[in-house]
């Protein structure tokens, strides 16, 4: 029978679990870790084998090398090309110029062979010569909307080689992100229970290489009949007493109290009748007494949680001994 003020269930020991999992799938180079071991949050785990991405890698380093020499290129040939524009520039003007001429010369000689004044010879010259300098600014206008189409043309190389570039060095990055996801890290501080896949073997995208349990979440779970659970809310003062460490006690509190009642599984040892609906309760332990107990905390370790349903009343002598600090 529980103390008046108090209610007790019978539990074990728990971790949140955490599965250290390869993001691509491929073969497991090395594990660096036993089963058993503390890590640190980040600590190496394991490495996948990245000879073919390293490969891939390179092969894109120089994929950007290429296309940074056709930027370089590109870019020289938009200066050549705009070279010609100027040069093409400079002969339109040179050539209306040269036509402005010419068509003065043939008006004045059409109007002095009016008057008889010049040859007829003379006149066919000059308007020989203004024609021929019609047809020489037609052919300069020409060559130089050829070589704004040429400018046009070379920008539009530089465009295509920069875009390249900038796919290039996206491959490159996507492939330093597999090559990051092939390193298998710690996500937290905690221990290693199982290596579910060792060096040699191939997984799958998603497949488990490393199971651990983080220390510094670490809980009891127990069940409470509907009048206990109704008075305990988040907070709640529990001491836990484990089977292995009779005489010590381990402070923790009420961390979740389930909100839908359930029977009582027949893997929980109770007093209560097990037809009874229960609550599913859990204490954790806070993480600052875990860390500095860190080499003694094991899961599934059996206990006795006791809840203090009146803050007012005094511990009973089961739940008293060496309260750990």
């Known amino acids: 029978m529980d103390a008046e003020g108090f209610a007790r269930g019978n539990g074990r020991i728990e971790a949140v679990e955490i599965d250290v999992a390869a993001k691509l799938p491929g073969r497991i180079d090395t594990v660096l870790v036993n089963e058993g071991e503390l890590v640190a949050a980040g600590a190496l785990l394991a490495e996948l084998d990245t000879r073919q991405l390293q490969a891939n890698r390179n092969q894109m380093v120089a994929e950007l090398r290429r296309a940074e020499i056709s930027v370089e290129n590109a870019t020289l040939l938009v200066e050549q090309r705009a070279a010609e524009v100027r040069a093409a520039e400079a002969v339109l003007e040179q050539r209306r110029a040269e036509e402005d001429v010419a068509r003065r010369q043939y008006e004045r000689s059409e109007s002095l062979t009016q008057n008889s004044i010049t040859s007829e010879r003379q006149f066919e010259i000059d308007r020989a010569n203004a024609f021929g300098a019609a047809a020489a600014v037609a052919s300069a206008e020409a060559s130089l909307a050829a070589a704004r189409a040429g400018v046009s043309s070379a920008k539009a190389s530089v465009i295509g080689a920069e875009a390249s570039v900038t796919a290039a060095r996206a491959t490159i990055e996507a492939i330093d992100v597999q090559i990051e996801d092939s390193t298998l890290k710690a996500p937290r501080a905690g221990r290693v ?50 089977d292995a460490a009779p005489g ?19 893997t929980v040892e109770t007093e209560i009748e097990r037809e009874k609906l229960m609550f599913r ?26 809840v203090r349903l009146d803050p007012t009343a005094p511990w009973p002598a089961e739940a008293q001994g060496q309260v750990l600090e």
């Not at 010590?248 to 027949?266: G, L, R």
Request: glycine share 10%.
């Open 193 to 242: 229970q199982y290596i579910v896949a060792r060096a040699g073997e191939v997984v799958g995208a998603g497949g488990r290489v490393v199971n651990m349990v983080d220390l510094n979440d670490v809980y009891m779970t127990f069940f409470l009949p509907t009048a206990d659970a109704g008075r305990i809310g988040l907070g709640t003062e529990v001491r836990l007493l484990l």
């Open 248 to 266: 010590i006690v381990i402070p923790a509190h009420v961390s979740f109290v389930s909100d839908v009642a359930q029977f009582t599984p027949k």
């Open 281 to 306: 309760v859990r204490a954790r332990i806070a993480p600052e007494l875990l860390e500095k107990h860190l080499d003694q905390v094991k899961t599934g370790l059996p206990g006795v949680a006791w």
